[in-house]
């Protein structure tokens, strides 16, 4: 098969497909799936692999990871992304994205204000240590099937969790309003473990490689990447109706 390339002419490097694994961390990820010991491939978390994580980084330098940020967009805002990439959470990208909303008349004054006095990353909020400058991913798409609760409000609700998190339990009001705006988006992106940035991976890519070495398909990891991603590295959006969302059954499609 014909591996697929960033623009920058890097190799990516799929976890969901181990055709696109490099030899030498095949190798090595298949060893120790091998040598592991388990009595159900879920434990894989379970196992001791923290000597083996820097090795697969490097094993992985000069590739790209793909991976998968799940949120609900509007048209102007996937336009966006094409254009200019993913951004990290801050307060301008929030700020933006409601000022935007709003001129094209998908907020009211009264809305716009309470979603931005009421955001994860307004001043004085104590979860924005949790979420601002970064972007959030996970690597596995098809671990996406096996866990519709891990990305539910995310495809639900508008603005992400900075925007909704205030909003999301609520039954009327606002909430009412944000699961009415955009579609459900899942961008698939192109992330550099390498590059500047104390990128995070829970549990790690190691655990993640030998999950699905092992044979279990929801082997996944959440990415905190700390970097913007450059138009160059979205690899596409997809909503409903489009194959590459519709294939992963449960998700919503409105």
Known sequence: MTLAHAADGRPVVDVDNPATWPRSLADLIYTIADEADLDEPDLYVDLELTDREEQ???LLHGRLLRAQHATRLLDHEADAIRAHGLRPLDAALVDDRLEQAHERGYLSDAEQEVLRSQSMVVAGRQR???REDQVCL???AEATSHDINGVWRLLS???GEAIYWQHCDDADGIAQRL???G???LVTAYVDLASPGRHLVFKSVVH??????IGYAPANADVLYRNAIPPQHIESIAFPGDPAYDRLPGLPTA
């Open 179 to 181: 699961r009415c705006l």
């Open 183 to 185: 579609r459900p988006a």
């Open 56 to 58: 697969v980084r490097d």
């Open 128 to 130: 924005v240590a949790s």
């Open 138 to 140: 996970t690597l596995s």
């Open 208 to 213: 993640t490689f030998v999950g699905k070495a």
């Open 157 to 159: 609700f508008w603005g």
